[in-house]
């Protein structure tokens, strides 16, 4: 199983990125999909989450209203926008595989860790103020 999120850099304060995760290797659609973030010193801290079939998303507090996940089946990939960036959103950000075993099981969009099953690499993510 691979996950390859792409698409960080350096942005001001009130710029956008958009980030990507492309994913082999897993039935993509039977996962739930989360993001995650990492700043230096800190946890490991969720973002977001999405429904196997994208019809639902969860989202942290501090990121709601900012932020957006949505995810193309076809392609195997998730996406995360993000908007109206602040100097503390500056963190590696990681996708994450949470594989549902049933297929009409509801989808608990969980912000645990420990309830996802694969991880990607991390893409940086820094802004500037």
Not at 49 to 77: E, H, L, M, P, Q
């Amino acid at each position: 199983v691979q996950l390859q999120a792409c698409g960080g850099g350096l942005v001001q304060a009130g710029g956008s990125l958009r980030l990507s995760c492309a994913a082999s290797g897993l039935t993509f659609s039977s996962n739930v999909m989360g993001w995650f973030r990492q700043a230096p010193g800190k946890e490991r801290e969720f973002v977001g989450a999405i429904t196997r079939n994208g019809d639902r998303t969860n989202y942290a507090d501090s990121v709601k209203g900012r932020f957006t996940i949505s995810r193309d089946n076809a392609k195997n990939t998730v996406y995360l926008q993000m908007n109206s960036l602040k100097p503390e959103d500056t963190a590696v950000y990681y996708c994450a595989a949470d594989y549902k075993r049933f297929s009409g099981s509801y989808d608990r969009l969980s912000g645990d860790i420990n309830e996802y099953d694969y991880w990607g690499q991390g893409t940086q993510v820094t802004v500037s103020s």
